[in-house]
């Protein structure tokens, strides 16, 4: 099976929430994701913060041989569905507490 990129706009999630959730602890009053278990090949620990701000302001999880912004994983974490396209209510793109996130359109995403 050929899973979709995070960054596609198939609604499709890339792996089960159940693999999600044995790797990683999402607060949703904080937005940060800890992680469960121990990477030795990245040299992290159980209760290290997860994930790298970028350039472009996101937070980048590196999971399943994949990269993944934190504000879909928080999403897919809370409500169990991969989305399409996620925004943040205050325009800040490393704020991925949950009541900050929002389901959007392209259209309201730019704006």
Request: no cysteine; net charge positive.
């Amino acid at each position: 099976m050929v899973r979709k990129s995070a960054r596609t706009k198939g609604a499709t999630a890339p792996f089960p929430l159940s693999e999600l959730k044995s790797l990683l602890h999402y607060d949703e009053a904080t937005g940060i994701f800890t992680w469960l278990v121990d990477q030795k090949r990245r040299q992290v620990k159980s209760g290290d913060i997860a994930g790298t701000l970028q350039k472009n302001g996101y937070i980048e999880i590196g999971l399943m041989n994949q990269r993944h912004y934190a504000h879909r994983l928080a999403w897919y974490y809370v409500t169990g569905e991969w989305p399409r396209l996620i925004d943040h209510k205050d325009r800040v793109r490393s704020h991925n507490w949950f009541s900050n996130l929002r389901k959007a359109t392209p259209s309201e995403s730019v704006a």
